[in-house]
């Protein structure tokens, strides 16, 4: 049975029962309708209590049913409709979560109560749409238009003592909550409704209020370039303003439909099963995630307390596991050790606002300079520095230490696993973790497997992910792994454009246009343009081991843009130097301005080496750097390093700013059509022969020859995924 019901007294208890997080399916509403026809029939139920199976609410919508037909049977907007206009009082007991369209049933209910842990929220917008099903038009009813806007337009995930400071929820218990809205529910019998009907309620509204309105629109075009969610639901929130609740909700489904036709609904739904589906890992073997139990990280330790070591640190206290600190000297765990502190603050802080005790939530850190410390824990994460002879070092050092069943892994962002692996007695419990900078807000992880990597150990560290609230990608082991690999093409692409006639900043544009959060140059800027260098000179690309009498744009016969080293020599390292393809205020600053000197740099590079001018356009700039992008994708499905063309999805969307709402590289090509990326890669390779990462793959030519699949399709020719390099 989708739903129950079950008598307490003169209460009528209905649950509903959908495993796993209870979405709102269409049998769902079905068995609402009936149940609540049923107790409101029932001369013996003076009031009825809603809750969830399995301490959940609802997840909301049953995301699935979205372009199907099952979407269109028994609207939730009319089961709302009809809980409210109920002459018994109705109490949303809610437990875990009551999220979209979890939410709008609950609105709909007379009170509300939450149990502590619980989290509410309208996160439609981060699956391309909007609360439909009357949220937009009793939320800003119930808690003003400025509060309803951050919710709805952020999709945030509030928890049980916020939502009742904003005036969401009407009492938040530490028990049971469907003991509480029974309760509740036992008090107000014969009470009069008016006031708890929401539709019913006027907004008091001010005379700025559209002046508030437009310049939130200004703000958030800002904010979600291109995404058009967010703008769906300031309009929807600004009819509940200017319209009666019938006519708001119809402006609501109106604008519901004008967004799916945007097709912007389908990516970001198709990213948000990727996410899901990227957990259920799978290996060459055959193992997939369920054939294998993870072990229990019970304590952890971190090496290194630089930028990213802090991250990681915060991660696992916030997950609390114990976590022991190590830096090489005092002074730099003196640093570690007060930036960590500072951080945790912040995050007990946070805790207590939300009606927790820190001490609950947050791990342990003990900071030591002893490595012998760390004879007992279950797991270390190095984190130093990109440098393979002293990750080395490092863990030679933890396999002498470390009990031998602990797990250790490498924090690098393209570092050979196989060969860190090496040095140690347990190549199958050594594994990469490339967590992402900032690593205690950034989702992203992808999980690196060596040639010798066990199956415990991937689960492990999989689960892992999962604990540390991770989004987490398995992917093979080759130079920069997947997310890196992909970027390889991407910036080359960039620095071709800039020496064919574009500045920085007309590429950052256009790829911001297109969504991206950062254009590449920025992007490079904030990274530090030292690391690429160090990296390019160490293969012998740059600096005293290029051979004599390479020209100055070719390597090994390919073309080659010495660009980003000529700016390095002149000690332009990014923001840190306050210089880079742009200029900043100071060493460190954020705002990037464009840089006369890099225009006057360019223009004499380009008369130096005779370039033909041919400034691409907005179309063609994007065109050249996303294909080439997603090129590389087509040839690390091809090398068996990523398993899916979601997994390498799911690695963009959450690690390199990508725009969700264009569901990914892997999917935009399928978007645009496999025949036109190979069609149009495969003229600019035929005029470029010494681009060779513009060749098109063969899995692209192989999918392009038969149409261009649907890309849940393609899995059938990638095969399994078998490190091929
Ligand atoms: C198209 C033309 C139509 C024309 C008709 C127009 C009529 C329009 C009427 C529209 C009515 C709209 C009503 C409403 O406003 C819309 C919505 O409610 S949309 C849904 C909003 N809710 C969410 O976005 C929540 C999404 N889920 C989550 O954030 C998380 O899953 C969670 C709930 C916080 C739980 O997190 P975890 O515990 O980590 O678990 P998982 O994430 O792994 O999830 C477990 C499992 O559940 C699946 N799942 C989760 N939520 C949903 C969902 N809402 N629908 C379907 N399935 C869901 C998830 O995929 C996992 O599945 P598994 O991988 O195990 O198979």
């Excluded at 709008?104 to 996160?123: F, K, M, T």
């Excluded at 009357?134 to 995930?157: E, F, S, W, Y």
């Excluded at 190549?427 to 010798?452: C, D, W, Y």
């Excluded at 390019?536 to 843009?561: I, M």
Aim: charge should be positive; hydrophobic fraction near 40%; glycine fraction near 8%.
């Amino acid at each position: 049975m989708a739903a129950t019901r079950r008598l307490v007294n003169t209460v009528a208890v209905i649950t509903i029962n959908h495993p796993p997080v209870n979405a709102l399916s269409s049998s769902v509403r079905h068995a609402l309708v009936e149940e609540f026809g049923k107790a409101s029939k029932d001369p013996t139920v003076e009031a009825i209590v809603l809750n969830g199976s399995n301490g959940k609410f609802s997840a909301g919508a049953d995301i699935r049913e979205f372009g199907t037909s099952a979407i269109k049977t028994v609207s939730l907007e009319d089961i709302n409709g009809t809980i409210e206009a109920s002459q018994k009082p109705v109490v949303a007991a809610i437990e875990g979560i009551a999220l979209g369209g979890g939410l709008e049933l609950a609105l709909a209910c007379h009170y509300r109560v939450a149990d502590i842990q619980s989290r509410v929220g309208l996160p439609e917008v981060l699956i391309g749409i909007l609360p439909a099903a009357g949220g937009t038009q009793r939320l800003p009813r119930l808690i003003g238009i400025p509060a309803a806007l951050d919710v709805i337009v952020r999709g945030r995930h509030i928890p049980a003592t916020e939502a009742l400071n904003l005036g969401i929820v009407d009492e938040v218990v530490q028990g049971s909550a469907v003991d509480a809205a029974i309760q509740l529910a036992q008090k107000v019998i014969g009470l009069p409704l008016n006031k708890r009907r929401l539709s019913t309620l006027r907004i008091s509204s001010n005379l700025n209020m559209e002046d508030f309105l437009d310049t939130t629109v200004e703000k958030t075009k800002k904010q979600f370039r291109g995404a058009q969610a967010p703008m769906a639901c300031i309009e929807a929130v600004r009819a509940s303003v200017l319209l009666p609740y019938h006519r708001g909700v119809e402006k609501e489904r109106q604008l519901f439909l004008s967004l799916w036709a945007t097709g912007q609904p389908q990516a970001q739904q198709y990213a948000f099963f990727s996410e899901r589906e990227a957990a259920k890992w799978s290996h060459p073997s055959g193992a997939r995630w369920y054939s294998e139990e993870p072990k229990l990280v019970r304590t952890a330790a971190v090496i290194g307390l630089g930028t990213m070591g802090r991250g990681i640190v915060i991660s696992l206290s916030k997950a609390n596991i114990p976590v022991i600190a190590i830096e090489q000297d005092a002074y730099q765990l003196e640093m570690g050790k007060k930036a960590v502190n500072s951080l945790l603050e912040r995050e007990a802080e946070k805790l207590k606002q939300q009606g927790f005790s820190p001490g609950s939530k947050l791990a342990s850190v003990h900071f030591t300079l002893a490595f012998g410390e760390l004879q007992d824990v279950d797991l270390v994460i190095e984190a130093v520095y990109e440098n393979m002879e002293l990750k080395k070092e490092i863990f030679r050092k933890l396999s002498s230490v470390c009990k031998s069943n602990a797990f250790l892994c490498t924090n690098t962002s393209g570092l050979n696993i196989d060969e860190i692996a090496s040095v140690t007695d347990r190549p199958n419990q050594v594994i990469g973790t490339h967590f992402f900078s900032p690593a205690n807000i950034m989702k992203l992880l992808e999980v690196v497997r060596g040639q010798q990597t066990s199956l415990t150990t991937i689960a492990t560290a999989m689960n892992l992910g999962k604990i540390l609230g991770k989004v987490t990608v398995l992917v093979g082991n080759c130079p920069l792994f997947v997310g890196n690999r992909m970027l390889g093409p991407y910036l080359e692409q960039a620095s071709y454009l800039l020496e064919e006639g574009c500045y920085p900043e007309t590429v950052d544009r256009a790829m911001e246009e297109f969504g991206f959060a950062m254009g590449p140059f920025r992007m490079m800027d904030l990274a530090g343009l030292d690391v690429g260098w160090r990296s390019r000179t160490e293969k012998g690309l740059t600096g005293a081991n290029v051979p004599q009498g390479t020209p100055a744009r070719k390597r090994l016969g390919n073309r080659y843009s010495p660009l980003a080293d000529l700016l390095c020599e002149s000690g332009r390292f990014g923001q840190k130097t306050g210089k880079g393809w742009y200029q900043y205020e100071k060493p460190g600053g954020r705002t990037a301005r464009p840089d006369p000197w890099v225009k006057d740099f360019l223009q004499k590079y380009r008369k130096t080496h005779q370039i033909k001018q041919q400034p691409s356009n907005q179309e063609q700039i994007v065109e050249r750097c996303v294909y080439a992008l997603a090129n590389e994708g087509f040839r690390i499905l091809e090398d068996g390093i990523a398993s899916c063309p979601e997994d390498i999805d799911v690695i963009y969307n959450n690690g390199y700013g990508w725009p969700k709402y264009r569901g990914g590289p892997m999917y935009y090509a399928s978007f645009v059509g496999l025949p036109k990326v190979f069609n149009t890669l495969e003229k600019y390779y035929k005029a470029n022969a010494d681009v060779p990462s513009m060749k098109p793959a063969f899995l692209l030519k192989k999918l392009a020859a038969v149409g261009g699949p649907p890309i849940k399709e393609w899995r059938l020719q990638v095969g399994k995924p078998v490190n091929k390099l």
